[in-house]
């Protein structure tokens, strides 16, 4: 895991509400101006500032240089500050005095929690992992209250406000597990400062979580072995060469431990503290529920604790013999015994009873709770201190990172001169694995793969070979030169502004990975008694970077995201980057896209403006901004106009990637579809065979129409699983498709289509993103989704074209003309009078030796209004294209009323009549060719795997032909 999981803030600067940040291994933060990313990592200095030996002072020091927070009323939010200083409410109740009111409102019965918690608290929360190797997820809450005062001096009303650490916390999923409600830090004369406070433990809590969560026995992690080096020297596009990825979180000799488990062992369920007790008698049941009430009525209470740090309350307060609870025990499940023992007056019986006093006896409940209890306080003080460690392999660069001066002299200790002070102190012959990264990223960065000239391809940022350090340690001057690639040296003072930036990044890596490298021997020869091999590897750390875009020209922009990538792979050196660049994050984006970097490593939040929210302009303050696995990113919905408005190759490359992974999924799903056809027609054949069977056999009837009816069901299923994937077909093409920008096809379209005579909410979305896959589809693609795109359209049109006839005949209108008998004989002679050769049965006429159409299709839609089948929308036109009084005039059409209607209705529709209902035979090519693209028939169409882009061209061109007569 990062070195820093996550942080959470509450009336910190712009933060009024509480917020949580979770951090991955590389984590960017954005958004509008002045709009408080910077608190962030203010926040981080301030901590890191703060606790960097564990919690040692009662109020927060805001003097440090990096974070220059200056004082209380800067770092408080405006709008809780200005609330709390107007207040009326009194603030001045002392914690002696809440608890007090605690015991006084508890005496017998602990119905509340004594946390004192407020909306106008400064609070830091961090996310900590509770459990060993069970990994309980949990929240470590520290606060700070803030105290109205006015000074003593006459006539001065001004409010002022002062804080200190008023508690810290253990909490999951908002209840408490730990916490000490801090009283105050106390000087005695005669003794040394120490801590106050008063601590609680919520055991039944922590029991059930640890209890209902499973250890994991595994070693988390690896250890570091002769390939370690390897992989550390390699440039990252060797290693994403040889390893397909970069892993930005590595995790070395990391092994799980239960602390927990000789308490799981001896807790007997039914017969030890904190079961169920469901083994006992009612009598022994009370006995146990009594004691387990005694005891976490104590614990919620708390005791009062005296300490050097705050963060020494979680160190095994509970577990002392001398804090009474296991006496307690000891003595309620010994009381019969002791009663007997009391009763006799004797003075020798009464000297020997103190020597059996619970004192110095031990039940089993009273040793489980002892070793739970000290069990807990091992793993809640490791974990707190763990965690606020982390806070010290923390490190920052402002976004001044460097000035252009000669001479670096420690005197003036600034950011600049440590950096370079620090540079100076790595002997980078002895570090070939950061050697090697300083100088691939300052000099040209070539790797093995070939331009299309056949040269190296470069992928350093080209300021020199290497970085030569002169240092006099005798009068703290520091100077460094570049080494440009004629060798000859250039002071950094000459270099330019943006090489300025630049420099202090990479040094400040080095300086990281220096100090966080380590030495792992291996190989124990224990005839010898030494180790005969050794590596080294990176613990993690954090890394702060403002800005780092700063002054750079846009490719070397993108290109910082490759030295993040590699710095993190390299050396475990977790990034928290503030930043406004596009070109950054495109990068990010297609190393996603790429599945190089998961989207899982890679965060990022934009932060709107805080007016913005109360003012109801934006529903949130921070939003985290979810980056798909192909790497995509709803612009519009997070960033909103003026972000993202430039195209870049980054984005070019990026829509690359997302069609990749587009075809990936459509040919996934195609494979499927195929399958299913197949296994449809295996269906049809078998129920072909049952139904000869049937009419030739003489026996066994009832067993074969069982079979075939469990047949036609099967079918059945299988053509319900069949239309899904057909519809999840769609809905990929649809999900492509929304990612990416198609107005200038949409234009295009809307040249060709008259938008008052067709759907609008669906016909141009799919013309023009069936035009987008055509032009941006790779040549020798599938182009099956742009066939299917179009068919859609038409789909969509000829619903629209009968819904909207249909609306137009009144109801007796429609009883008359669909006249089962009057419509067969009438359309049936209109057939025979055409010289058509009707198939046998009546309600089909074939019109073709393969074709047939539906006689009955247009009645039925009047009538009943199923649900719409492309196939027999497409069998409408065709019927009226063959019947209509343009194809052969001589025939009397009016003989067939409804589809005279249908006739006049379309008249009205289309622009050029007589092209339009020429065109409609053309359907039948649209249909089969779409069925064809869906692969949902084996039709005599569908000749190759795919449909190649001429094909699609061409039915292109049908589609539009028939849009444009409308």
């Known amino acids: 895991m990062p070195n820093l999981e996550g942080l959470g803030l509450q009336n910190f600067r712009t933060f009024e509400k509480k917020e949580y940040l979770e951090f991955a291994p590389i984590t960017l933060i954005t958004g509008t101006n002045n709009a408080g990313k910077s608190s962030i990592f203010k926040a981080i200095q301030l901590l890191v500032h703060n606790f960097k030996d564990g919690i040692l002072s009662e109020n927060l020091d805001f003097k440090a240089m990096q974070h220059e927070l200056g004082n209380l009323e800067r770092i408080v939010n405006r709008v809780t500050m200005s609330t709390f200083k107007n207040s009326e409410i009194p603030k001045s109740q002392h914690m002696y005095s809440r608890l007090a009111d605690f015991h006084k409102n508890n005496e017998n019965v602990s119905s509340e929690l004594p946390i004192f918690k407020e909306d106008e608290d400064i609070v830091f929360t961090f996310p900590i992992k509770l459990g060993g190797s069970r990994e309980i997820s949990a929240t470590l809450e520290i606060r700070y209250d803030l105290k109205q005062f006015k000074p003593k001096k006459e006539g001065n009303q001004e409010v002022l406000v002062s804080h200190d650490i008023k508690n810290i916390a253990i909490i999951k999923d908002g209840e408490y597990l730990h916490w000490s409600n801090i009283i105050g830090y106390m000087e005695p004369y005669d003794e040394p400062p120490h801590w106050e406070m008063h601590t609680s433990i919520n055991l039944k809590k922590i029991i059930q979580l640890i209890t209902e969560t499973t250890f994991v026995e595994e070693n988390e992690g690896f250890e570091p072995n002769e390939k370690t080096e390897e992989y550390f020297t390699l440039d990252l596009y060797s290693r994403i060469e040889k390893y397909n990825q970069a892993f930005l979180d590595l995790h070395f000799l990391k092994y799980k431990k239960d602390g927990y488990e000789n308490f799981t062992k001896k807790l007997v369920n039914g017969k030890s503290l904190f079961s169920d007790y469901i083994e006992l008698t009612e009598n022994e049941r009370t006995k146990l529920l009594e004691i387990e009430r005694n005891i976490i009525v104590k614990l919620i209470k708390g005791k009062n604790n005296i300490q050097n740090k705050v963060l020494d309350c979680f160190k095994d307060n509970f577990s002392s013999p001398l804090d009474g609870i296991e006496r307690d025990i000891v003595k309620a499940e010994l009381k019969k015994e002791q009663l007997e023992e009391d009763q006799k007056n004797d003075d020798e019986q009464n000297i020997k009873a103190f020597f059996k006093a619970s004192t110095f006896q031990t039940t089993p409940n009273s040793i489980i709770f002892t070793n739970l209890l000290g069990a807990i306080g091992k793993d809640f003080s490791d974990t707190v201190h763990k965690k606020i460690n982390s806070l010290k392999k923390v490190y920052f660069l402002p976004t001044t990172r460097g000035r252009n001066r000669e001479w670096f002299i420690d005197e003036q200790n600034s950011e600049d001169i440590q950096t370079v002070r620090d540079f100076s102190a790595i002997y980078l012959e002895n570090h070939p694995q950061i050697k090697s990264f300083v100088n691939f990223w300052i000099g040209k960065g070539e790797i093995k793969e070939l331009d299309k000239n056949g040269i190296k391809k470069q992928k350093g940022f080209k300021i020199g070979k290497e970085l030569s350090v002169f240092r006099d340690e005798s009068i703290?001057?520091?100077?460094?030169?570049l080494v440009n690639f004629d060798d000859t040296k250039t002071p950094l003072v000459d270099l330019g502004y943006g090489v300025s930036q630049l420099l202090p990044i990479i040094m400040k890596i080095a300086i990281i990975a220096q100090k966080h490298q380590n030495i792992h021997e291996y190989s124990w020869n224990g005839q010898e008694g030494f180790?005969?091999?050794?590596?080294?590897?990176?613990?993690?750390?954090?890394?702060?970077?403002?800005?780092?875009?700063?002054?750079?020209?846009?490719?070397?922009?993108?290109?910082?995201t490759e030295l993040f990538i590699d710095a993190a792979s390299r050396f475990n050196i977790q990034f928290l980057i503030e930043t406004h660049s596009e070109y950054l994050i495109y990068k990010f984006q297609e190393y996603i896209g790429r599945k190089i970097v998961s989207s899982n490593d890679v965060k990022m939040y934009y932060f709107n403006h805080p007016n913005d929210v109360r003012e109801g302009l934006k529903n949130k303050y921070i939003n985290q901004v979810q980056i798909g696995k192909?790497?995509?990113?709803?612009?519009?919905?997070?960033?909103?106009?003026?972000?993202?408005?430039?195209?870049?190759?980054?984005?070019?490359?990026?829509?690359?990637?997302?069609?990749?992974?587009?075809?990936?999924?459509?040919?996934?799903?195609?494979?499927?579809?195929?399958?299913?056809?197949?296994?449809l027609d295996s269906y049809d054949s078998k129920i072909e065979e049952l139904n000869q069977e049937l009419a030739t056999t003489t026996s066994g009837k009832n067993e074969l129409e069982e079979q075939l009816n469990g047949i036609k069901k099967e079918k059945q299923d299988k053509e319900l699983e069949l239309q899904e994937l057909i519809k999840e077909q769609e809905n990929t093409i649809d999900e492509y498709t929304s990612k990416n920008d198609y107005s200038k096809y949409l234009t295009e379209i809307e040249t060709l289509v008259d938008k008052s005579k067709i759907n609008n909410s669906k016909t141009l979305q799919y013309l023009s993103t069936g035009k987008f896959l055509l032009e941006n589809l790779d040549n020798d693609a599938d182009f099956a989704p742009v066939i299917i795109q179009y068919g859609r359209a038409v789909e969509f049109e000829m619903i629209k074209w009968v819904s909207d006839f249909k609306n137009t005949l009144d109801t007796g209108s429609i009883t008359n003309w669909c006249d089962t008998t009057n419509y067969t004989n009438k359309i049936r002679q209109v057939f025979t009078d055409l010289g058509l050769t009707l198939d046998a049965h009546n309600c089909n006429y074939q019109v073709s030796s393969d074709k047939k159409v539906n006689l009955f299709e247009l009645k039925n839609y009047i009538q009943n209004n199923p649900n719409w089948v492309f196939g027999k929308l497409t069998q409408i036109f065709e019927l009226f294209h063959y019947i209509s009084p343009t194809k052969n005039p001589t025939y009397n059409y009016s003989s067939v009323p409804l589809m005279e209607e249908f006739s006049k209705y379309l008249k009205n529709t289309w622009k050029d009549y007589n092209t339009a209902e020429g065109l409609f035979i053309t359907c039948r090519n649209i249909l089969d060719l779409r069925n064809c693209a869906g692969h949902t028939y084996n039709n005599s169409t569908c000749t190759n795997d795919i449909i190649d882009k001429s094909t699609a061209e061409g039915y292109v061109a049908k589609v539009e032909a028939i849009f444009k007569c409308l």
């Open 476 to 481: 703290g001057l520091t100077k460094i030169f």
């Open 531 to 560: 180790y005969e091999k050794q590596t080294i590897y990176f613990n993690p750390s954090s890394l702060l970077i403002e800005e780092p875009e700063a002054n750079l020209h846009p490719s070397l922009q993108s290109k910082m």
């Open 630 to 679: 192909d790497g995509s990113i709803d612009y519009d919905k997070y960033f909103g106009k003026g972000f993202f408005d430039e195209q870049t190759n980054l984005k070019l490359s990026l829509l690359n990637i997302q069609r990749n992974s587009f075809i990936e999924n459509y040919e996934k799903i195609k494979d499927e579809l195929k399958k299913s056809g197949e296994t």
